[in-house]
Structures are given as C-alpha cells and as structure tokens.
C-alpha cells in the first residue's frame, strides 16, 4: 500500500476503473458525478481542468464590501459570576465573524477565458489563534476550534467559544495588537489518480515475494506548485483507478485590527447582572462589570476655556467616538423665528393671591457655544492620542441629566422647573405670584428687567448635561437668562460667492437685528482659517450684507448676538418676548403712598389729598385718599391691563397739601410697578 498522504482526509467511495484513450493515459467513465481531478492543474493551487473550466482552491477572506461591513461580527462576552483562580472574573465569550471564499487574485484575469469553478462540498475547518505571552516572555500559540454554516453562495460564518484568559487576550488582539489570526484546514471532494501495479514478475501465478499491489498516488490536490501530472501509461505494468476521496489544503488568513473601528466598537459587549452593555476597554473583562459609563474627560487638549473660550469642558467617548463638548452656558435660542421667550398670564386662584393673576415664562435655552471653537475643535481632536484608528465626531450634550436637579439661584421669587427640549435644547418655566404684600406684576417687572440686564446677567442658573445615564459624577454648566447673551441657530444664513477675492452673502432671516463679532472659512480636518473681525457689525432684520475674505472653504462661520439698547425701554422688551394675555386680561395692583417718614407738625401740613391718574389709561377712575398724622399711608387697588407688567404702570400723583396757610398742590410722577409704593419725605412735597 502507498504511505499514508497527509493531505489525503480519506476515501468517500469505492475506487472507480478508468478508461485508457488514444495518449494511453487515464480518464473518468462517462456519467459520474463531477470532481476535481487531484493532479496539479494549469494553474497554482487549481486541482485539474474539467470539460468546460478549471477547479479551483478558494482563498478566504473577511466580509469585505466596500458599502458595508460584516453584519455577523459580534464579540459577547458574559460573566454569570463564577471567580477565576486570581480572583477575577471568569470570562466567558463568543466570536463570531463572516467569511467569503473567493477567487484566487491571480486566477481573476482568467476569469473572462476560463471558466473557475470552486471545489465541491467545501468545509472552511478553521481554528482561532491566540497568541499569549507567558511569564517567561515566550510566545504560545493557542488553537481554539471553530465551527462553520455556510450564508449564501461563497459565504461562511465561524463562531468560536472561548473561555477564561483567552477572553481577556482575544479582545486585546481584536483592539489594540491585531495578533490574531485564522487558521483554515479546508476539506473539499474529489478523485484521487492512482497507479495500481503488481511488482511480482510472476504474475499471474504469484511467487514467493508477491507482497500485493502497489499504489502510486498522484497529486497533492493543489498543496505543491507543479506537482507531477497524470503519467502515461507507456512501459508500465498495471492500471489506473480513481478513488473518491477527500482532501485537504491550508490557508491562513490574520483578522489584524480589522474590528477595531467605529462601526464594530459596539458589538464589543458584556453581559453581567442581567445587563448587556457595550465593553468599555479591558478593565470590563478584568474585574467583575456593572453599570459603567464609555466618557471620560478629554484632557489630551489642555486647558479647554484657553483654547475654546465658549467651552467647558471636553468628554470622550471610547465606544462611540463621539466627542462632547459641554458649553460654557446655555441661553435663550435666537431663531429665524425670534426669540424663543415667553410670557403666559395665568389665573391665580390661590387664597393668598390678592392680584388674582401669576404669570408663566418660557424659555428655549441651547448651547452657547461659538461655532468658531467647535471648528477649531473638530481640527484638534484628528491630532489627539484617542483619534488613531478611530473617526472621532464632535457633539453638544444632548439635554438634561435627570439625576441632577437644575436650579435657578438668580431669582429666587420664581419657581423654576426645567425639560428636555428637542435636539440640544433645554426648556425652562418660570412661574410667578404674588408674594406677600407685593403683586405678582411688580416681580414680573423687576424679572424682565434682569432679561436686559447689561453687565453680569442677574438672572443665572445651574443644569447638569447628559452625556449617558450611568456617568457617576455630574456635568455641570451655567444657565443665563439675558437677551444680550443669547444661542443661535437657523437666524442667519450665509452663500459663498464665486470667483476671488473670496466673499459670503449673510442674509439675516429672523425678525430682530443682529451684531456679527466676527467670521471664519471652516474646512474639514482643518483650524478655522481665515478668521475675519467684523467689529460688531450691526446687521438688520431680514437684511443681507457681503463678509469679505470668507468663502473659501466649505462653510463660514459667524458668531452673534442680538442688538439690544441700554438701556432697554419697557416697550421694547416685548420686542423680545412673546406676551401673552388670553388667559388673564387685568389684574388687581394697589397703589400705595407712604408718609410715614413726614412730620406732618414741622411741615406744618393737616392733610395730604392723594389724586392719581395713570398715564397710559387716563380714562380710568382711581378712587381718592388722605393722608395724615394718625393715617400715614393707605393704598387704593386698581383693575390694570395685565401687560402693564411690561410697560410699566407710569402715574401722576397729585398731592393736595392742607396747612396753616392754605392748600397747595405737588405733582409726582412714579411707575407703581417699578416701585409699588411712593414714599413721601419732606423733599418730595417742597
């Protein structure tokens, strides 16, 4: 018998005679199923040519579509609490990628003049490889044994069961060294060419040293480059018959860092606890996994408020590649709309409530961040440690950590609650009332004059970001609430203009006038360049002007803000805020005149007759009052539009003084909203 062929699996049938023709060489009877011939064919590692083509050895290799990637990947690690001898975790872990067998590269420039056929009844017999360093600084190679079903025409898909350190040691090869590798032992059918022959001379009567037939096995099934063909059968003794068989051939293929991109980093998981969830990096594996946070701050970038003034700070998220940016503050939205701000009257029913009205505030607040920092910052983060490999993408927080109460300390006589707005945004109510003896217009006023407040905003908060639920520590960043520092969006809209010198066409679209700081050529992948001052340049509502030496690139950027006088009219605020009146359209204000503070006896006064008229509503009858020594203030409530909390309640106080030599009149103008009570001193009757 001929020795045993280590790529020679075994036979699958009985062996089949063949026919001799004219060359004196051997061919298949007619009728049989078709096989590869095992001798060598025209080409490496083709297994001999059929009636219409050549048989073919795949090659094999990762899902590779240039639109896609492998829909079968997945890393899925479990620990269900089992403890390793170190005292760890024992891990647990699935693998599971796609494969193709496909043609060999150099056999695809034949593919238009032959036709190739891959070798029947294929099985990939693959084996993971795992390097692993042992403490001695040796390398070992494990084998971890894979099985295989076949998805589609060429495809297979391999899963692999690890266990233990191999756990540990696959995902760091998969994501950080690209050691590991794919070891294929692929089997295939076809018929093996053998040459039986009778060495004993004594044929057919036998003789002593007859010790049976001799078998002469030809090709290696494509393992060996050139290997011996068919010979013929010219001055041999003996016959040809072909056996089917089973044969083997090897092919090694390395997985590299092939998953360690964006698109596969979250089909890297653990589960524990009854909790699936994203693997964060190695120490998921290390220590026993719960709940954990993929961000952690971003300090690769310096000091982030030098570098991007309208930031915070800078959180990196390792599974998704997505980097927050949390802004220095949020402030009301300036849209296409307007401002987002406004002011609903709402009946107070409270017992306590003397006015009979609160009033409720709305606000859409966003990001304050200027669109020249978050340029600079996509152009920094491709330069950072954490980018290699990896398609970083800058973000803002996407709303509000529910676990963190938000606050608004700058005015404590409003209820403030906070939501989830849509996008980037957060809402705020602010609800007033009455509060004690002063009515809820007066604090109205006193609130809407802080919304223009020029220097520090009075009105200011505190809110804790969202980056993900699990984030143990809160982000926090300030709320202001002022129209002169707002966020914007969709106001202003810009068009490069063709043709040098570079310029942009910025079209206001929104209904309130702008002030332009400055503009800048944002590209992709580079710092913002060139940045152009524009001085504060006024642009007015739904005006257009022209930004010189911009436009270059592939968007301008444009920091704003709203004009707004200073100091700001009472009117003029309803520029800025939607006021809204359809629930309440009066309201009870008192009127109130204060002469405690006068010595009725030195002034030589008796009585002091209050007549006031409202400036805005001189039609509307104020009742009268008087004032003396034993009655030194008293108050008259009035029925007042309810806007007049953002007009003001402006007033002529008429003070009819009796004393020893007559009477006499003082005028007084005041705003009873501004200041609710008018005090009178001995300057204000002289």
């Not at 297979?156 to 590991?180: D, M, N």
């Not at 594996?285 to 700070?313: C, D, H, I, M, W």
């Not at 849509?422 to 009332?433: L, M, R």
């Not at 501004?674 to 300057?683: A, E, G, I, Q």
């Amino acid at each position: 018998m001929a020795e045993p062929k280590p790529w020679l699996v075994g036979r699958s049938g009985e062996h089949v005679d063949s026919v001799v023709n004219e060359e004196r060489s051997a061919e298949l009877p007619a009728g049989l199923p078709e096989m590869p011939r095992l001798e060598s064919g025209i080409f490496p590692d083709s297994v001999g040519p059929t009636a219409d083509g050549v048989w073919y050895l795949p090659e094999f290799v990762l899902f590779d579509d240039e639109f896609d990637e492998d829909p079968e990947f997945s890393f899925a690690a479990e620990q269900n609490g089992e403890v390793a001898e170190d005292g760890g975790p024992f891990n647990r872990a699935v693998l599971t990628v796609a494969m193709d067998a496909v043609v060999p590269d150099h056999l695809t420039a034949f593919e238009g003049e032959t036709a190739l056929h891959q070798v029947p009844d294929l099985d990939p017999g693959v084996e993971l490889i795992v390097p692993i360093t042992e403490s001695g600084g040796s390398v070992r190679e494990v084998k971890v044994a894979g099985t295989t079903d076949i998805a589609g025409e060429i495809g297979f898909i391999a899963t692999f069961e690890l266990t233990g350190s191999l756990v540990e040691a696959a995902y760091v090869h998969l994501t950080r060294s690209g050691k590991l590798r794919l070891e294929f032992t692929p089997t295939y059918s076809g018929y093996q060419t053998t040459l039986v022959t009778e060495p004993d001379t004594g044929f057919p009567v036998h003789g002593p040293i007859f010790d049976g037939f001799q078998f002469e096995v030809f090709g290696d099934g494509g393992n060996t480059a050139g290997a011996p063909i068919e010979p013929l059968l010219l001055d041999r003794l003996g016959r040809y018959v072909f056996f089917p068989s089973t044969a083997r051939f090897h092919r090694s293929l390395p997985l590299g860092l092939t998953f360690n991109t964006d698109t596969y980093r979250s089909r890297f998981t653990i589960t524990a606890e009854g909790m699936t969830r994203p693997i964060i990096d190695v120490n998921d594996l290390n220590s026993f996994a719960g709940q954990r946070s993929e961000y952690r701050e971003l300090t690769t970038l310096g000091n982030v408020s030098a570098k991007y003034p309208s930031l915070r700070r800078i959180f990196f998220g390792q599974v998704s590649g997505t980097v927050i940016a949390v802004p220095a503050a949020y402030g009301i939205l300036v849209t296409a709309q307007g401002v987002l701000a406004s002011c609903d009257s709402i009946v107070d029913e409270s017992p306590a409530s003397f006015s009979g009205c609160r009033f409720h505030f709305t606000f859409t607040l966003a990001p304050m961040a200027d669109p020249i920092d978050l340029a600079r910052l996509r152009s920094d983060i491709l330069d950072v440690p954490e980018a290699v490999g990896r398609t970083l993408r800058v973000a803002l927080p996407g709303g509000l950590d529910s676990r963190t109460p938000s606050t608004l300390e700058g005015f404590p006589a409003g209820q403030a609650a906070f939501a989830d707005g849509d996008g980037n945004s957060v809402q705020v109510g602010v609800d007033i009332a009455d509060d004690g003896p002063t009515p809820a217009t007066t604090i109205v006023n006193l609130f809407l004059q802080q919304l223009a407040a020029t220097g520090p905003p009075p009105l200011f908060g505190t809110i804790a970001v969202r980056l993900d639920d699990v984030l143990p520590d809160p982000v926090r960043t300030s709320v202001l609430l002022n129209v002169r520092r707002t966020a914007h969006s969709d106001d202003l809209a810009t068009t490069p203009r063709p043709g040098p010198p570079p310029s942009t066409e910025a079209v206001n679209q929104g209904p309130l006038d702008l002030k332009l700081d400055r503009c800048a050529d944002v590209r992709e992948g580079e710092a913002p360049d060139p940045i152009v001052s524009l001085g504060g340049l006024v642009l007015g509502a739904r005006q257009t002007t022209t930004l010189m030496g911009v436009g270059a690139g592939t968007e301008v950027a444009v920091p704003r803000g709203l004009v707004v006088a200073a100091p700001l009219p009472k009117a003029t605020m309803l520029t800025f805020l939607a006021f809204h009146t359809h629930t309440v359209q009066e309201v009870q204000h008192p009127l109130t005149v204060n002469a405690a503070g006068l010595n009725f006896a030195a002034e030589g006064v008796g009585t002091i007759k209050v007549d006031i008229t409202l400036v805005a509503h001189p039609g509307d009858s104020v009742p009268s009052f008087t004032l003396s020594p034993s009655h030194t203030v008293d108050f008259v409530h009035v029925s007042l539009p309810v806007d007049s909390a953002v007009t003001g309640l402006d007033s002529m106080v008429v003070l009819t003084l009796t004393t020893t030599s007559g009477t006499r009149t003082v005028s007084v103008p005041h705003d009873f909203v501004d200041d609710p009570v008018l005090v009178v001193t001995s300057s204000t009757i002289h």
